[in-house]
């Protein structure tokens, strides 16, 4: 059984930085894909794709992180991280991770169709 949960999120100024983590216990696919979406008020009920990492540690980022942020993972310890920096007050939301048994594919709709779900961290900037 595999469970997802997610930590590190806070509440930051503008320009600050947070990382978040995220643990997948019970999941050991070195070669799948681990990833976090998030939902903010701008996005209403979507969770668009933040970033995600593949097998081969190739990484993907949505088009408005612009360089800002950076997805790593550690195997050994079945652990996503997303390291935030310059963070905007558009980038308030709850940060919910993902993985998947297989490769990331093309897109975000194979990850976001995982079963493998955490309960989101909230990520809260303010002015």
């Known amino acids: 059984q595999v469970q997802v949960v997610e930590s590190g999120g806070d509440s930051v100024q503008a320009g600050g930085s947070l990382r978040l983590s995220c643990v997948a216990s019970?999941?050991?696919?070195?070669?799948?894909?681990m990833g976090w979406f998030r939902q903010t008020p701008a996005s209403g009920e979507e969770r668009e794709g933040v970033?995600?990492?593949?097998?081969?540690?190739?990484?993907t980022y949505g088009d408005f992180v612009e360089g800002r942020f950076t997805i790593s993972k550690d195997n050994a310890k079945n652990t996503v991280y997303l390291e935030m920096n310059s963070l905007d007050v558009a980038d308030t939301g709850i940060y919910y991770c993902?993985?998947?048994?297989?490769?990331?594919?093309?897109?975000?709709?194979?990850?976001?169709?995982?079963?493998?779900w955490g309960h989101g961290t909230q990520v809260t900037v303010s002015s």
């Open positions: 993902a993985v998947r048994r297989l490769r990331c594919g093309s897109g975000w709709s194979l990850l976001a169709q995982s079963k493998y």
């Open positions: 019970g999941y050991n696919f070195p070669n799948g894909c």
């Open positions: 970033a995600r990492i593949d097998g081969d540690s190739k990484a």
